[in-house]
């Protein structure tokens, strides 16, 4: 089987080549482009396994190509590579779709690491138990081999991320999970905590029109997805 194809977004010229670089000696088969029109162009004629994206580039901002390839296609991971690492700008880059952050100056063994656990996590609910095995709580029902979600019947559309995070919390039915656990599992790092209420506001915005709130927030800690429908 090949190795995966990654699309490196970056108009730094050095730091282009030495992603490109690295990536190719860890095997990974490597396309380079230096502006997000160029990275759209790429994604929409052969969508790569990854796209590893520059957030201050001189056409397209990286978070506006993110949103776009989101548009696009929902299940291509994105990895942000930016200078930009406030707390604010880590939660904004996620929230578009994004699966991972990681700031300037970055060791490269360290992205390579985060590339792999990205894919790994992608790969995830297809390895997942027998391929019929269908999550429900209440009148939720999460499908893991066929990448589906529906509440009272209807589908619900998820991004990789909300599909992860509510897959967890369907698994742990009635038990608190607090944000630690679920950026650990959901995310692979311990990044913050603003990470997760994003997430999970936009899980609620999507089921909650559907039907009475299914999760609840236990403050201070986390937050927990009731079987029982009672608000």
């Known amino acids: 089987m090949s190795e995966p194809a990654i699309l490196v977004v970056e108009d730094d010229p050095n730091i282009r080549d030495i992603v490109e670089v690295a990536l190719r000696f860890h095997g990974f088969r490597v396309r380079g482009v230096t502006t997000g029109g160029e990275a759209l162009d790429e994604v929409h004629r052969d969508p790569p396994a990854l796209v590893v994206l520059d957030v201050m580039l001189p056409d397209i901002d990286g978070f506006e190509v993110c949103r776009r390839i989101r548009a696009r296609d929902p299940h291509t991971p994105v990895i942000f590579l930016t200078a930009r690492d406030a707390t604010s700008d880590t ?71 909300e599909f992860r995070l509510l897959a967890f919390l369907m698994e742990n039915p009635d038990r608190v999970l607090t944000k630690r656990q679920l950026l650990e599992r959901v995310w692979g790092y311990g990044g913050p905590s603003q990470v997760v209420e994003t997430y999970i506001s936009y899980l609620r915005r999507k089921l909650d029109p559907l ?15 009731r079987r029982s429908q009672d608000t």
């Open 91 to 161: 939660v904004h880059g996620l929230a578009l779709g994004g699966d991972d952050y990681v700031a300037k100056p970055f060791s490269v063994e360290a992205l390579v690491a985060r590339i792999r656990a990205v894919l790994r996590r992608a790969a995830a609910p297809a390895a997942q138990g027998p391929a019929d095995a269908v999550l429900r709580v209440a009148d939720l029902e999460l499908d893991e081999s066929r990448w589906e979600v529906r509440r009272a019947g209807v589908t619900v559309d998820l991004s990789p991320t």
């Open 211 to 225: 039907g009475p709130p299914l999760i609840h927030t236990q403050r201070g800690i986390g937050y927990t997805l």
